[in-house]
T-cell receptor
């Protein structure tokens, strides 16, 4: 089984600042993948970034980077130069590569960018 | 890119009636489809996993007879909420998994969701 924990219900950040959203996970399986999604008020799930458990380097996608600390079982999302449009719910998710490959989500963090 | 179409986007139904939600992969074959439920300001809770041509696997606590899932083809899965009640009001969202994890979203494509309101 796998579990994801996001401990920040809400974050408030000033525009143009960097923000880190926390995510810790728990699994005994060595092969897994970690995702971050953005969910605006419209409800759609927008894929942001992916990190595989065997990836040596931290994933980066434009303004998004994933601070992957395997020993600590953490996969924090860093958003650089935040924009007003970044205001949304952010979810961390994990899947096990073997088996049903179902995505299990964390509780989410509501990010608000202030002008 | 991979696209998943989910219909309807929103539906209002009377208590006691059944509602069917469709999830269709438009440009790829989905080996597995997942159905999630999301209450306001909460996380996505996995309800069930369905594979084409076989029975769905339900998560613990999800009523199989209430939430009927059919995955008749590699491009279509349906969720039917039977005898709906106000407590079934929620946001339902599907996700389709491609056989290969390649692609910008690493194999998971989400529908746009269905907001169900039971009155």
């Amino acid at each position: 089984a796998q579990k994801i924990t996001q401990t920040q219900p809400g974050m408030f950040v000033q525009e143009k600042e960097a923000v880190t959203l926390d995510c810790t996970y728990d699994t005994s399986d060595p092969s897994y993948g970690l995702f971050w999604y953005k969910q605006p008020s419209s409800g759609e799930m927008i894929f942001l970034i992916y990190q595989g458990s065997y990836d040596q380097q931290n994933a980066t996608e434009g303004r998004y980077s994933l601070n992957f600390q395997k020993a600590r079982k953490s996969a924090n999302l860093v958003i650089s130069a935040s924009q007003l449009g970044d205001s949304a719910m952010y979810f961390c998710a994990i899947y096990l590569i073997q088996g049903a490959q179902k995505l299990v989500f964390g509780q989410g963090t509501r990010l608000t960018i202030n002008p | 890119g991979a696209v998943v179409s989910q219909h309807p986007s929103w539906v209002i139904c009377k208590s006691g009636t059944s509602v069917k939600i469709e999830c269709r992969s438009l440009d790829f074959q989905a080996t597995t489809m997942f159905w999630y439920r999301q209450f306001p300001k909460q996380s996505l809770m996995l309800m069930a996993t369905s594979n084409e041509g076989s029975k769905a696997t339900y998560e613990q606590g999800v009523e199989k007879d209430k939430f009927l899932i059919n995955h008749a083809s590699l491009t279509l899965s349906t969720l039917t909420v039977t005898s709906a009640h106000p407590e079934d009001s929620s946001f339902y969202i599907c996700s389709a998994r491609r056989h290969t994890g390649a692609g910008g979203d690493y194999g998971y494509t989400f529908g746009s969701g269905t907001r169900l309101t039971v009155v």
